[in-house]
């Protein structure tokens, strides 16, 4: 047994490691504001993971040191000062429903268990929090990618009368959604066999918001030319500058023209939340489908996503085909139907619902709206520093928690701002192009940041552009 098994031969050994490892993992978490943002993997480290398969097994002290090795090497997002792109910063409350969850090890695509009563609680948890009626659906996801594409199958299925199911997605189809919008949008058009050319990308407003009546001008002449309008995708936080669409609007739209209301969220949407950014998504509750992010905004350990499907019945047809070895059953362990595999594409699925569940009620939604509100004040924080200092120009509005700037005007010494900040460990901004200027792009998720790292990060972007213009 012992040659077969694969439990520990020494279970007060195995024990000893763990709790020590759990402490250096929360000895992490406890010291994240401390030292540098980002750390790059050392070289030697590197050579190490091309180590070739391993055929004999290795004792788990050295495994658990191996572990250890790495805590220090991560993105930087449990840093105060990681701005880049849109990263939530986790929480020391996250670890433990994922120890919990590991010793469980349930598959989440369905039958009758613990783990599928937890999802389906904190699924109506979220549809309370958005605002959606007790009715409809929802599937816990990776994230707001998958989110997506499980939404936009159900609007093209019910578009098509859900043949498309077993004759193809066809064509003539097309939908509309900012220029602004997440690259997600086009590659759910493309998995779901529309092409990304049946994305329309339409045209934003000085403040990044997607143009309607541009939007309400491209519906009408798609319609003349013959093709066939199946959705509208607004956004509630772009990625570049945070800017919310004018929800209402389009959901007065979609209802007009018939067409199918999808909103991506992924981290604006959990603004809702917080009564700084919860007026600016009037209109959100009108959508088919919602897709947002547990992992971003609220700071659930990663992954965890969400999709509020307003149609059930939808939902439901456009999913739900289970073979002979899945059948329902109405006793037993293979009861509980329907079940999340009915809802989406995944039959194997872990038990992310866990530390979303853990998550809220650890902390409760105006805790958690408190720390947007937070954020998004910060953003208001550092543009006002940016505004007051003759050497920086902001590039866009505020919408919610990002600022878009620059030192000077030179695109290349811009780069190396950010490059450096990076490789010195001092911060972690990322770049984009706000009308063509690259830009030192900030974006603040993060329940660790004070308002003294604002302050922080401008002396130290002035200070490395000065150093390239002296």
């Not at 268990?113 to 929090?129: F, K, N, P, S, T």
């Not at 409809?136 to 594409?149: K, Y």
């Not at 995708?233 to 007009?256: C, E, F, K, W």
């Not at 998004?376 to 920086?392: F, N, R």
């Amino acid at each position: 047994m012992a040659d077969t098994t694969l439990d520990p031969q020494d279970w007060d050994a195995f024990r000893n490691d763990a709790h020590a490892l759990l402490d250096r993992a929360l000895d992490k978490m406890q010291s994240a504001r401390d030292g540098r943002v980002w750390t790059p993997l050392p070289e030697e480290m590197k050579s190490d993971l091309n180590a070739p398969l391993p055929a004999a097994p290795m004792d788990y002290p050295e495994i658990a040191t191996r572990l250890s090795a790495l805590l220090p090497y991560g993105v930087g997002n449990t840093h105060p000062r990681f701005f880049g792109w849109v990263h939530g910063a986790g929480n020391p409350g996250g670890i433990l429903p994922d120890m919990v969850a590991a010793a469980m090890n349930a598959n989440l695509g369905g039958r009758d268990h613990g783990a599928i009563y937890v999802e389906r609680q904190v699924l109506d948890w979220c549809r309370q929090m958005m605002g959606f009626p007790a009715d409809v659906s929802g599937l816990i996801t990776s994230g707001t990618s998958m989110g997506t594409i499980v939404a936009l199958k159900v609007a093209r299925d019910r578009a098509m009368g859900f043949a498309s199911r077993k004759d193809g997605a066809g064509t003539g189809l097309v939908g509309y959604t900012s220029e602004q919008a997440h690259a997600c949008v086009a590659q759910a058009f493309d998995m779901l066999g529309l092409g990304s050319d049946a994305l329309r990308k339409i045209q934003t407003d000085s403040d990044f918001r997607m143009d309607i009546n541009a939007l309400s001008d491209q519906i009408n002449a798609d319609r003349t030319a013959g093709l066939t309008p199946f959705a509208v995708i607004g956004t509630a936080g772009s990625v570049n500058v945070g800017a919310i669409d004018n929800l209402t609007d389009i959901a007065d739209i979609a209802t007009a023209k018939n067409l199918w209301f999808h909103v991506d969220g992924a981290f604006g949407a959990t603004g809702i939340l917080s009564d700084h950014v919860r007026p600016l998504l009037t209109g959100m509750e009108r959508a088919d489908s919602l897709a947002f992010d547990f992992h971003k905004w609220l700071h659930v350990n990663y992954s965890a996503g969400c999709v509020l499907i307003r149609d059930a019945d939808a939902h439901l047809r456009a999913f739900s085909d289970r073979p002979e070895y899945l059948a329902p059953a109405t006793r037993g362990l293979a009861s509980g139907a329907p079940w999340p595999v009915d809802y989406g594409p995944e039959l194997s699925r872990g038990f992310a619902a866990l530390k979303i569940w853990a998550h809220l009620m650890e902390h409760g939604t105006e805790k958690l709206g408190r720390s947007i509100t937070a954020n998004c004040e910060q953003a208001q924080l550092l543009a006002s520093l940016v505004d007051q200092h003759p050497k920086l120009e902001r590039l866009a509005p505020i919408a919610l928690n990002i600022t878009c700037f620059r030192y000077g005007s030179d695109d290349a010494i811009n780069q190396e701002i950010v490059l450096q900040l990076q490789e010195q460990g001092l911060a972690v901004p990322s770049t984009t192009r706000i009308n063509g200027a690259l830009a030192i792009r900030v974006n603040i998720t993060n329940h660790r940041t004070t308002d003294a790292d604002m302050q922080f990060l401008v002396d130290h972007v002035v200070a490395i552009g000065d150093d390239f213009t002296a």
